[in-house]
Structure formats: C-alpha cells, structure tokens
Nanobody, 126 residues
Framework: QLQRVEPGGGLVQAGGSLRLSCTVS????????MGWFRQAPGKELAFVAG????????LYTQSLKGRCTISRDNSRNTVYLQLNSLTGEDTANYFC???????????????????WGQGTQVTVSS
C-alpha cells in the first residue's frame, strides 16, 4: 500500500508562488506515473498536471500552462508542483495521485490513478 504525504500547501497572496510536494512510500516510485489534481469549493476534482513514470513526458491543464511546473525526484520518491502567479481561482485542495500502469502517456482521468494522497489546501488571498 502506498502512502503519500503532501506538505507545502498554505495561504499565499495573489501573484505569489508555492511549491507542493508529495512523497511516496511503500512502492517503487520510479515505476509510477504521478499526477496532481485539485478540487475547488463546489467544483469537481480536476486534473492539474502529470508526469509519466519515465519522466519523459509532462502535461498541464490549459489554465495553468506557463504558471506551473511538475517535476519528480526518484532519489527522494517525491513529485513536486511549482505554482506561480497564483490567483484566487487557484484556491483549492490539491491532491497527488499515483498511476501504477507504466503508461507511455500522462493519465488525466481520476480513474486512471490507483493511489491518492490526502490533499493539501492552497488558499490564495487577494
């Protein structure tokens, strides 16, 4: 069973930056595709960014393209999400997720991820 820890959330002013991290234990991290999702108040869980298990491919949701970067450090079993130029619309609970199917592409659907973190709240104040 994979365990995921997601520190890094918190309160940030509009225009600011934040880096989220998700550390995985209990599995072979280098074989996992990793994704970040977010759920804003009253809205459904939505894909934010993902990276394949090889690290060769990344994908971002259009609204965050150019403002966020996903990266992985297999030596630390950790995936990161750097968020920049934050706005109130980025306020949400952010979740990391692990895809253990070793796909050659970034999974974007929630059903394609077998393991989920507990989430970390990001609040952007104006």
């Amino acid at each position: 069973q994979l365990q995921r820890v997601e520190p890094g959330g918190g309160l940030v002013q509009a225009g600011g930056s934040l880096r989220l991290s998700c550390t995985v234990s209990g599995g072979t991290f280098s074989r996992l595709g990793m994704g970040w999702f977010r759920q804003a108040p009253g809205k459904e869980l939505a894909f934010v960014a993902g990276v394949t298990w090889t690290g060769f491919s990344t994908l971002y949701t259009q609204s965050l393209k150019g403002r966020c970067t996903i990266s992985r450090d297999n030596s630390r079993n950790t995936v990161y999400l750097q968020l920049n130029s934050l706005t109130g619309e980025d306020t949400a609970n952010y979740f990391c997720a692990a895809d253990d199917m070793r796909r050659g592409f970034v999974a974007t659907a929630t059903a394609m991820y077998a393991y989920w973190g507990q989430g970390t709240q990001v609040t952007v104040s104006s």
